[in-house]
């Protein structure tokens, strides 16, 4: 059970373990629906996504030091890149570079491993958000896994979309359950594999290739803003305030806009919107590569945390005004 306190949103004991009916479901359609050559072609993303299910579920009913969820992270995302070789090959053209070291591909593959994973983690933190945002992803992934004959991979982002839809059904405002660790950590995981898949695949097509994209980093990068920016936004915050990176507080995206005054469900569908629109001006500006929409989506997204920031801080003084005012009257 979740306890609620601290920084917790919550206010009543609700069951923290939903990751476990997600992680089920997926792996009940995969041996459905997956052919067996599929299942031996995966063998070595089921045992790595697993490991992430176990070490979730252990610290979700005993939390487990930080150090030894990073370690699990670690070893997952080895297996994926050693033994299916999946991995960012390149720099596709970012900074004018594309071919780089092998050490140096895994290297920047595995920390993008633990970026996109944590990141996932840390948005778990209001009813619905976790799930609308992986839905989301996981849609527009697989339709292109799906456009480009990559039929594995579409498969598994079609189990997850079909156990999240489910998943959301008791995790909508009020939440009955949440996804606790068990599911974030799995779930962030996969999200990893299929962005760098995603980057590295589109990259790699022919140009006369119909549903080839121009802007491999830029639109997998829009396709999972929510979680990256916000964690980043977060960390940048945390140290202009001269304090731990990893301290919590209540700083994220979501707890802003719950400070103007929204609720669960507003908040959720607000960033739920925002992703949509986000993903649709990545797709519509594929045309300029990598060097410009990289730039252009960061861009949008620090224009409208400095708004929100701004909004946040009227907001408060407005309510001090009151207050002041209330006293005197």
């Not at 009543?12 to 031996?40: C, E, H, K, Q, Y």
């Not at 900074?95 to 920047?108: H, K, Q, R």
């Not at 944590?118 to 992803?137: K, R, T, V």
């Not at 996981?138 to 079909?162: D, K, P």
């Amino acid at each position: 059970m979740d306890i609620p306190g601290g920084r917790k949103i919550h206010t009543d004991n609700t069951p923290s373990m939903g990751g476990i009916a997600i992680f089920l479901g997926v792996i009940l359609a995969i041996l459905i629906w997956m052919p067996l050559r599929g299942l031996g072609t995966f063998k070595f993303f089921f045992g790595a996504i697993a490991i992430m299910f176990v070490v979730g579920l252990r610290d979700d009913l005993v939390p487990v030091r930080p150090s030894v969820k990073l370690a699990a992270q670690l070893l997952s995302s080895c297996m994926v890149v050693f033994l299916m070789d999946v991995r960012l090959r390149a720099l596709y053209d970012i900074f004018t570079v594309s071919e780089i070291p092998y050490g140096l591909s895994v290297l920047i593959t595995l920390f993008t491993f633990i970026v996109i994973t944590n990141s996932y983690n840390l948005i778990d933190g209001l009813d619905g958000l976790a799930s609308s945002i992986g839905i989301i992803a996981f849609f527009v992934f697989g339709i292109f896994f799906f456009l480009v004959g990559q039929i594995y991979f579409a498969m598994i982002c079609f189990g997850f979309i079909g156990a999240l839809i489910a998943f959301l059904n008791f995790n909508w405002e009020p939440s009955r359950i949440f996804m606790g660790d068990t599911g974030a950590l799995l779930i962030g995981f996969v999200l990893s594999v299929v962005s760098i898949k995603f980057i590295d695949f589109n990259y790699f097509l022919p140009e006369e290739t119909p549903f080839k994209l121009h802007s491999s980093v830029g639109v997998a990068v829009a396709i999972i803003i929510i979680p990256l920016f916000d964690t980043l936004r977060v960390f940048i915050s945390r140290a202009m305030k001269k304090r731990s990176p990893f301290s919590p507080d209540k700083t994220h995206i979501h707890h802003m806009l719950m400070r103007l005054g929204y609720s669960h469900a507003q908040t959720t569908l607000i960033m739920i919107v925002l992703n949509l629109v986000i993903i649709g001006i990545a797709l519509a500006l594929d045309f300029l590569g990598d060097n410009l929409l990289v730039p252009i989506v960061i861009g949008i997204c620090v224009i409208l945390s400095v708004s929100l920031d701004t909004l946040v801080k009227s907001s408060i003084a407005r309510k001090k005004r009151e207050i002041k005012k209330f006293r005197r009257d």
